[in-house]
């Protein structure tokens, strides 16, 4: 079946320092791949999106490239801020699923330092 | 512009007690969700619905019953609580590539 896999945390990084958190995943089709995050006491929202091989998702000055070589869909960002503290999620949508659903990685929390 | 609703908030439950989790939809998506979260687990599917009258379940469905009445309203009904039930659920309506998360459930089963 599906599977997602992405770097435990917690990441904890100083302010305006380079983020990366690894994600991987294990799909029987060619799934579309997401990144949702949560903020403390909320719910997921959407933070980007791929949907085929090579594309970049991008907002917020995160951003995630689709390698279909290597399985992945890690996230960057260049500079983080204290805002950006929160829990990642890798999630992908396999379109040969009956249902709409999400597939989710464990989640990543990053703890960013003034 | 409510999106998803999940009511309520919180809960706290003795073990073997009854409930029931609302989530409710004002888009229209044929297609509702309910999943739990638990920690390093990620989010994991209980039970889905591709339309009205119509459910399956997911990776986790056992200790947990679904309907789908509606198009709007999918709710979750635990029928005796475990404190292996004690998690953060997130209801979740989609259409295409968009998905949309209430704002969460966190139950506690003492």
């Known amino acids: 079946g599906d599977s997602v896999t992405q770097m435990e945390g917690p990441v904890t990084l100083s302010e305006e320092a380079f983020l990366t958190i690894n994600c991987t995943y294990t799909a029987t089709g060619y799934p579309s791949l997401f990144w949702y995050v949560q903020y403390p006491g909320e719910g997921l929202q959407l933070l980007l999106k791929?949907?085929?091989?090579?594309d970049k998702g991008s907002n917020k000055g995160f951003e995630a490239t689709y390698r279909k070589e290597t399985t992945s869909f890690h996230l960057e960002k260049g500079s983080v801020q204290v805002s950006d503290s929160a829990v990642y999620f890798c999630a992908l949508r396999d379109l040969g699923n009956a249902g709409n659903m999400l597939t989710f990685g464990g989640g990543t929390r990053l703890m960013v330092k003034p | 512009n409510a999106g998803v609703t999940q009511t309520p908030k919180f809960q706290v439950l003795k073990t073997g007690q009854s409930m029931t989790l609302q989530c409710a939809q004002d888009m229209n998506h044929e297609y509702m969700s309910w999943y739990r979260q638990d920690p390093g687990m990620g989010l994991r599917l209980i039970h889905y619905s591709v339309g009205a009258g119509i459910t399956d379940q997911g990776e986790v469905p056992n200790g947990y019953n679904v309907s789908r009445s509606t198009t709007e309203d999918f709710p979750l009904r635990l029928l005796s609580a475990a404190p292996s039930q004690t998690s953060v659920y997130f209801c979740?309506?989609?259409?295409?590539?968009?998905?949309?998360f209430g704002s969460g459930t966190r139950l506690t089963v003492v």
């Open positions: 979740a309506s989609s259409s295409g590539q968009v998905f949309t």
């Open positions: 791929a949907t085929k091989a090579d």
